[in-house]
């Protein structure tokens, strides 16, 4: 393994990708602590202490939130802008096309991605500053300082954005992927802390080695998953020159049973944000009902209730379908088999064969949706067993163990085989992993 990555950082090109990574992810990190005005330090702490929602969004956004910084909001309105752009090519025929246009129309969808991110940056944003106002947090503001915040806080999500983007093109990985996941592990230190302060006051340190061991569990079955795979028979024909007729050559076509990865989670996690934001515009609305709904909704969303969580398990669950279904459609398989003159064994070329592969592709992705579903609710899951994990300082060390840790390991392997396959281009063939 040492010699790989020595051989790995010889090469020119590739170390000033990994350079050009950290640097981009290092400033990233550095933005969290630029604070924004309106804040009051004393109160903040306490809110994240008592609001479980709160807590559940700042590890995502790596601890902006909780520092009130630029990036308070971090990839959350650029996660949504996708979402909506997602489901609208299945709505609106001409981004459709656009999704089956290769290279020049995904450009065009990331383009408009960015367009749209701006205005939910505005609108998030200010439901934000809602929220932390209605709790004390924010102090009272002018229309001045409320427009200069708000465009703030937007540029500081457009300039992650782009910062990822800029990973994306000329460093290693999926840039976005990497923010969420430098995220998600600067965050970790402080859940471990607050994990440990809970074992010491309860006096349990078998709950300790207890979640430890389901800690390691989560890790082998994520691994698990995400590398189980059906292989799909598959033969291409050739000339075969000594009988001077068409023979066939048996390949096979690898289908994942996690195809999604782990973006379902995260559009879910993005989808769980907006009933919240919406409600807080409206807690203090003069209608009755309206206030009451609007208090509904906030309480209801907080990752600590059963509603939430069961949501939650629906929502990564389709979306792990849905999202499937987008990208195998994208690869129409049918008639790129048919082109290239391959078939599978007994069933017809073209359509046929589309058909059969959703086939397929539905029944491996049921159990790789249900595991994806129950790995996001896993905190809750665990609260219910272990009731002192139920609070929500305690409790943010499962969302490492569990989605995080499923974003984490994702992300880590995608990085892993990328940089392997840098290195076949420079003609080194030796994997970096065990497969």
């Given at each position: 393994m040492i010699e790989k990555i020595i051989r790995f950082w010889t090469i020119r090109e590739l170390r000033n990708k990994v350079l050009v990574t950290l640097f981009l992810l290092a400033i990233v990190r550095i933005l969290i602590f630029i604070p924004l005005p309106?804040?009051?330090?004393?109160?903040?702490?306490?809110?994240?202490?008592?609001?479980?929602?709160?807590?559940?969004?700042?590890?995502?956004?790596?601890?902006?939130?909780?520092?009130?910084?630029?990036t308070t909001m971090g990839v959350g309105p650029y996660i949504t802008a996708s979402i909506i752009m997602q489901l609208l090519g299945i709505?609106?025929?001409q981004i459709e096309e656009l999704q089956n246009e290769g290279?020049?129309?995904?450009?065009?969808?990331n383009q408009y991605t960015r367009y749209l991110t701006f205005p939910l940056g505005i609108i998030q944003a200010y439901g934000v500053l809602i929220l932390l106002r209605q709790n004390g947090v924010v102090a009272t503001w002018t229309p001045t300082t409320l427009a200069v915040t708000l465009l703030m806080m937007t540029?500081?999500?457009?300039?992650?954005?782009?910062?990822?983007?800029?990973?994306?093109?000329?460093?290693?990985?999926?840039g976005i992927s990497l923010i969420i996941t430098l995220g998600i592990l600067g965050a970790l230190p402080l859940s471990i802390q607050n994990l440990i302060t809970t074992v010491q006051t309860s006096g349990s340190y078998t709950m300790l080695i207890s979640l430890a061991v389901i800690t390691i569990l989560s890790i082998v079955f994520v691994i698990i998953i995400n590398e189980a795979?059906?292989?799909?028979?598959?033969?291409?024909?050739?000339?075969?020159?000594?009988?001077?007729?068409?023979?066939?050559?048996?390949?096979?076509?690898?289908?994942?049973?996690?195809?999604?990865?782990?973006?379902?989670?995260i559009f879910a996690i993005a989808m769980l944000t907006i009933p919240v934001f919406l409600g807080q515009f409206f807690t203090q609305a003069r209608t009755a009902w309206l206030a009451n709904a609007a208090n509904w909704l906030v309480q209801t969303f907080q990752p600590n209730t059963t509603a939430y969580n069961?949501?939650?398990?629906?929502?990564?669950?389709?979306?792990?379908?849905?999202?499937?279904?987008?990208?195998?459609?994208?690869?129409?398989?049918?008639?790129?088999?048919?082109r290239v003159g391959a078939q599978i064994p007994g069933v017809s070329r073209g359509a046929a064969?589309?058909?059969?592969?959703?086939?397929?592709?539905?029944?491996?992705?049921?159990?790789?949706?249900l595991f994806l579903g129950?790995?996001?609710?896993?905190?809750?899951?665990?609260?219910?067993?272990?009731?002192?994990?139920?609070?929500?300082?305690?409790?943010?060390?499962?969302?490492?163990?569990?989605?995080?840790?499923?974003?984490?390991?994702?992300?880590?392997?995608?990085?892993?085989?990328?940089?392997?396959?840098e290195l076949k281009l420079h003609g080194y063939d030796d994997a970096l992993l065990i497969r």
């Open positions: 309106l804040i009051q330090t004393t109160a903040i702490s306490r809110l994240f202490d008592q609001n479980a929602f709160l807590g559940f969004l700042n590890i995502f956004s790596g601890g902006g939130l909780e520092n009130f910084s630029i709505i609106v025929p290279e020049y129309g995904q450009r065009k969808i540029a500081g999500t457009l300039f992650v954005m782009w910062l990822g983007e800029i990973i994306t093109e000329r460093g290693i990985g999926n795979k059906r292989l799909v028979p598959v033969a291409y024909a050739r000339w075969l020159r000594s009988g001077g007729s068409f023979g066939s050559v048996p390949s096979h076509l690898p289908i994942k049973v996690n195809t999604a990865g782990v973006v379902p989670i069961v949501i939650y398990f629906v929502l990564v669950f389709a979306f792990t379908f849905f999202y499937t279904n987008v990208l195998f459609t994208q690869q129409n398989y049918g008639e790129n088999l048919k064969t589309q058909r059969y592969l959703n086939r397929v592709l539905s029944r491996i992705t049921l159990p790789g949706a129950v790995v996001a609710i896993m905190p809750w899951l665990i609260s219910l067993i272990i009731p002192q994990f139920g609070s929500t300082r305690s409790s943010s060390f499962f969302l490492i163990s569990s989605a995080g840790l499923l974003i984490v390991v994702g992300v880590v392997r995608d990085t892993f085989f990328n940089i392997q396959a």
